[in-house]
């Protein structure tokens, strides 16, 4: 009787065991610095066509990218996901992301919007533009990032500080383009014709444009799109500036990403795999644009009517894997050319 009794515990503690062990493999953990309704969303309707736990976990990219580092192989995450691919570079070469080895995903992403060796994808377009009032700048005036450097802009630019990263991205692409000395002249020359000293967020710059603080700024589109459909305030706001694609003539508007690694220390790399598979459908694609107002990085995506309106622009090819490996250079331009 005793041994019939330990049987039965015996084959009970292994169904446990079994069940906590298939429990784990279907739960996938994501670590987004993208804010929740930006990600969420979108988790939610994986793990309920996969019938899995999605844990998501919410930061701002350094603060993911050094809870990472600090967790080592102990940390549960599966995925990184975040905007630009500048961080997505500090991620890599921090040894906390793993190559992409499915082939199939790798190619989900259009080759100047991934990592050249596989370790981040991106997920959806960011473009840097310029806007300008309505009343105070012609459209025939501007043409290029470079143009900006114009004795006729004196006064009349806004733009953030040197510490965010969609800027020093956008000198990276410079220098890619120009090399350091080319860039170093640009980067002197702009920052003389700021109207101010570099304060706040993108949508920051668009009320200074709107409230005549300055007449042009270098912002990424959808802060402008937000506000087109924001509050009142914000319509108001938007409503006294136009957008402007930049270098049409040339290599075409500057852009980014956010995008997607599997991360180094990662527990369910198939679950990881087949969420990237999902995050590039045309369903989830088409999110993006109605959500945040980014562009797809896949074709034939019907786009939301704010992005019809502003027309279709030539974005630059550069490979974006280049706009972490000239971070530190961008930034040392930047620090140079006084743009605090």
């Not at 975040?82 to 500090?90: C, F, K, N, P, Q």
């Not at 309505?134 to 290029?144: D, F, G, H, I, W």
């Not at 180094?264 to 990881?272: P, S």
């Not at 087949?274 to 369903?283: A, G, N, R, V």
């Amino acid at each position: 009787m005793k041994l019939h009794i330990k049987s039965i515990l015996y084959i009970t503690l292994c169904c446990v065991i079994t069940q906590h062990a298939a429990a784990k493999e279907e739960e996938l953990n994501v670590y987004s610095a993208r804010k929740e309704a930006y990600i969420k969303p979108l988790l939610d309707q994986f793990a309920e066509q996969h019938n899995i736990q999605v844990n998501l976990v919410t930061s701002k990219a350094d603060a993911l990218i050094q809870r990472l580092n600090n967790e080592g192989k102990n940390s549960p995450a599966d995925v990184f996901i975040t905007t630009d691919a500048g961080r997505l570079h500090r991620a890599k070469d921090a040894d906390l992301l793993q190559a992409i080895t499915n082939e199939s995903v790798i190619q989900l992403s259009p080759e100047q919007y991934r990592d050249p060796s596989g370790y981040w994808l991106g997920l959806s377009v960011r473009a840097r533009v310029i806007v300008y009032s309505n009343e105070r700048v012609q459209a025939s005036e501007l043409s290029t990032y470079e143009n900006l450097t114009d004795p006729k802009w004196e006064n009349r630019i806004c733009v953030r500080s040197s510490n965010n990263i969609y800027n020093q991205s956008l000198v990276a692409s410079f220098i890619a383009h120009h090399g350091i000395k080319a860039t170093q002249q640009w980067a002197n020359d702009f920052v003389a014709n700021f109207a101010r000293k570099p304060q706040g967020g993108d949508r920051d710059q668009i009320k200074a444009v709107a409230a005549g603080q300055c007449d042009i700024a270098v912002v990424n589109s959808y802060y402008l799109g937000n506000m087109i459909n924001g509050s009142d305030e914000e319509k108001a706001a938007a409503s006294k500036v136009k957008l402007f694609w930049p270098n049409q003539n040339d290599r075409g508007t500057h852009v980014n990403i956010s995008g997607i690694g599997i991360t180094k220390h990662a527990d369910n790399i198939e679950l990881a795999n087949q969420l990237i598979t999902f995050l590039f459908t045309k369903e989830s694609q088409a999110w993006y644009g109605d959500v945040n107002l980014e562009f797809p990085v896949i074709n034939n995506i019907k786009l939301n009517q704010t992005l019809e309106n502003w027309g279709p622009f030539k974005a630059d090819t550069l490979n974006l894997g280049k706009l972490g490996e000239l971070n530190s250079i961008a930034v040392q331009i930047m620090d140079i050319a006084k743009w605090r």
